[in-house]
């Protein structure tokens, strides 16, 4: 709870300081405001309570994802110097969006009550709507934006059509309600009961599954990756993931557990939609920001797995994937920012994997952080993405999905080619142009990512014993 309260507080107070002349002071407060908001995180550690009337849960779960959510946006707004530098931009706005994002990414993470998460995915989804068109001077960012707007609008819509239908189900918008009243009643005693239950949970899954960028619905995530501007691309793909995963996790295991026999079935074939369509298609991008777009997606699926093979482990297994994932990605952007802007195509920055050509030599730190988020977000050992994948596997194998858990090693294997292919061009071709020099506290930032996907490979017990 005392994050949402320390992020609307301190959003505000981003939005005055916006009034002040110099914008040198923003980065530096917005970053000390997210450092109080993760202190204050832990303050509730074992100590769980319910807060605003009941609608919100606070427990170590959604304690772990909000120090995910607020690790990564301290990472993500830190890289953000380069943007806020343009002289089109307003800075103010734009911290007090991403504070206020957060907020409604939180609420994601522990809601008791299906109008809670009804106000996150909205706080949340606006916050992007908004910031994917950010960059008015790009028409691909202008496209993008309204796409976003548009599919995102009509999932919302579904999203509450399922939870008018739990509601006619169950007369109450608590999970836990929800989950005493299929675990007391025979579904059979109730002939309307299940019929509102079952369309209720579907469209609900539909409206948050198209959030997570899960096949089939994922068709607006190639064009808005690539027309928004780059630090919130990253914002996106991590943030709204990691809280997408939370609901979507919370929402079946508090209440629709029960009913595994029923919406199983449907995750397993949007699982394998994902995985097929992502990784096939991201072997011929040679955009890096469309390729990493289809890897979002195919993460997608592999977080899937967890929830489908639900048990006592599972919330492990999601919390240490989204600390992986995010991690892998914000270095793979972080780079991509970076090299992007030494070369320039019809006036936009150049973002094809032909722009990494020669690394190595032009900066070999930038080269091995580049090499060590592709490593990781293709599942090779000793990296985190490698536990990653094999607690989520694991979790599908608990349940005896051993064909589920074939297509996901097979696509894994698909992934290989294609993350290797930036490894390749950094590594193995020629320089394209002249030495790049880095910041140090850009440096420091890629580097704090960079040593955490390499720790959590080498000790993964680190964050999995805190749970």
Same mark, same amino acid.
């Given at each position: 709870?005392?994050?949402i309260?320390?992020?609307?507080?301190?959003?505000i107070?981003?939005?005055?300081?916006?009034?002040?002349?110099?914008?040198?002071?923003?980065?530096?407060?917005?970053?000390?405001?997210?450092?109080?908001?993760?202190?204050? *995180? =832990?303050?509730?550690?074992?100590?769980?309570?319910?807060?605003?009337?009941?609608?919100?849960? #606070?427990?170590?779960?959604?304690?772990?994802?909000?120090?995910?959510?607020?690790?990564?946006? =301290?990472?993500?707004?830190?890289? /953000?110097?380069? !943007?806020?530098?343009?002289?089109?931009?307003?800075?103010?706005?734009?911290?007090?969006?991403?504070?206020?994002?957060? #907020?409604?990414?939180?609420?994601?993470?522990?809601?008791?009550?299906?109008?809670?998460? =009804?106000?996150?995915?909205?706080?949340?989804?606006?916050?992007?709507?908004?910031?994917?068109g950010?960059?008015?001077? *790009?028409?691909?960012?202008?496209? &993008?934006?309204?796409k976003? !707007?548009?599919?995102?609008?009509? &999932?919302?819509?579904?999203?509450?059509?399922?939870?008018?239908?739990?509601?006619?189900? *169950?007369?109450?918008?608590?999970?836990?309600?929800?989950?005493?009243?299929?675990?007391?009643?025979?579904?059979?005693?109730?002939?309307?009961?299940?019929?509102?239950?079952?369309?209720?949970?579907?469209?609900?899954?539909?409206?948050?599954l198209?959030?997570?960028? &899960?096949?089939?619905?994922?068709?607006?995530?190639?064009?808005?990756?690539?027309?928004?501007?780059?630090?919130?691309?990253?914002?996106?793909?991590?943030?709204?993931?990691?809280?997408?995963?939370?609901?979507?996790?919370?929402?079946?295991?508090?209440?629709?557990?029960?009913l595994?026999?029923?919406?199983?079935?449907?995750?397993?074939i949007?699982?394998?939609? /994902?995985?097929?369509?992502?990784?096939?298609?991201?072997?011929?991008?040679?955009? !890096?920001k469309r390729?990493?777009?289809?890897?979002?997606?195919?993460?997608?699926?592999?977080?899937?797995?967890?929830?489908?093979?639900?048990?006592?482990?599972?919330?492990?297994?999601?919390?240490?994937?989204?600390?992986?994932?995010?991690?892998?990605?914000?270095?793979? =952007?972080?780079?991509?920012?970076?090299?992007?802007?030494?070369?320039?195509?019809?006036?936009?920055?150049?973002?094809?994997?032909?722009?990494?050509?020669?690394?190595?030599?032009? *900066?070999?730190?930038?080269?091995?952080?580049?090499?060590?988020?592709m490593?990781?977000?293709?599942?090779i050992?000793?990296?985190?993405?490698?536990?990653?994948?094999?607690?989520?596997?694991?979790?599908?194998?608990?349940?005896?999905?051993?064909?589920?858990?074939?297509?996901?090693?097979?696509?894994?294997? #698909?992934?290989?080619?294609?993350?290797?292919?930036?490894?390749?061009?950094?590594y193995?071709?020629?320089?394209?142009?002249?030495?790049?020099?880095?910041?140090?506290?850009?440096?420091?930032?890629?580097?704090?990512?960079? !040593?955490?996907?390499?720790?959590?490979?080498?000790?993964?017990?680190?964050?999995?014993?805190?749970?």
């Open positions: 709870m005392y994050p309260l320390v992020l609307s507080i301190t959003g107070i981003t939005l005055f300081l916006g009034f002040l002349k110099s914008k040198k002071v923003l980065l530096p407060a917005t970053l000390f405001f997210i450092i109080i908001a993760f202190a204050a *995180n =832990f303050y509730d550690w074992n100590a769980s309570g319910l807060y605003f009337n009941n609608m919100l849960q #606070v427990n170590n779960l959604s304690i772990m994802f909000t120090a995910i959510l607020l690790l990564s946006a =301290f990472l993500i707004i830190a890289l /953000s110097r380069g !943007f806020i530098d343009d002289d089109h931009a307003q800075p103010a706005e734009y911290f007090a969006i991403l504070q206020f994002s957060l #907020v409604g990414a939180i609420m994601m993470t522990g809601f008791q009550n299906l109008i809670m998460l =009804f106000i996150g995915v909205e706080i949340l989804s606006v916050s992007m709507y908004v910031l994917t950010s960059d008015k001077r *790009n028409l691909r960012g202008n496209e &993008a934006a309204l976003y !707007f548009l599919m995102g609008a009509f &999932a919302t819509g579904i999203m509450l059509f399922g939870m008018a239908m739990l509601y006619g189900a *169950n007369y109450s918008f608590n999970i836990s309600s929800t989950r005493a009243l299929l675990t007391q009643l025979p579904l059979s005693a109730n002939p309307v009961g299940p019929v509102y239950l079952y369309v209720g949970i579907t469209f609900l899954l539909i409206g948050l198209f959030k997570v960028s &899960a096949a089939p619905f994922h068709f607006w995530t190639p064009d808005v990756y690539e027309g928004a501007p780059t630090i919130f691309t990253t914002f996106m793909s991590t943030i709204v993931k990691t809280a997408g995963f939370a609901a979507i996790y919370r929402v079946l295991e508090v209440s629709f557990s029960p595994y026999h029923f919406w199983w079935v449907m995750l397993v949007m699982t394998v939609l /994902s995985l097929l369509i992502s990784n096939i298609t991201a072997v011929a991008q040679s955009s !890096f390729m990493l777009a289809f890897s979002s997606i195919s993460h997608a699926g592999y977080m899937l797995l967890a929830i489908v093979g639900l048990s006592n482990k599972s919330d492990d297994s999601i919390v240490f994937y989204s600390l992986a994932y995010s991690l892998a990605t914000i270095s793979a =952007f972080g780079v991509l920012m970076v090299v992007a802007r030494e070369k320039l195509v019809d006036g936009r920055p150049d973002e094809s994997i032909s722009v990494l050509n020669g690394l190595a030599k032009r *900066n070999p730190f930038l080269a091995f952080t580049l090499a060590v988020s490593l990781s977000l293709a599942g050992p000793l990296t985190a993405g490698f536990w990653g994948k094999f607690y989520v596997f694991s979790d599908a194998a608990y349940r005896g999905h051993i064909w589920l858990l074939v297509v996901a090693i097979v696509m894994s294997a #698909v992934g290989i080619y294609y993350y290797f292919k930036p490894i390749i061009a950094a193995m071709k020629e320089s394209e142009g002249e030495r790049i020099n880095l910041k140090p506290f850009y440096k420091i930032i890629l580097g704090i990512t960079t !040593f955490g996907s390499i720790i959590l490979g080498l000790f993964p017990d680190l964050v999995r014993s805190l749970m």
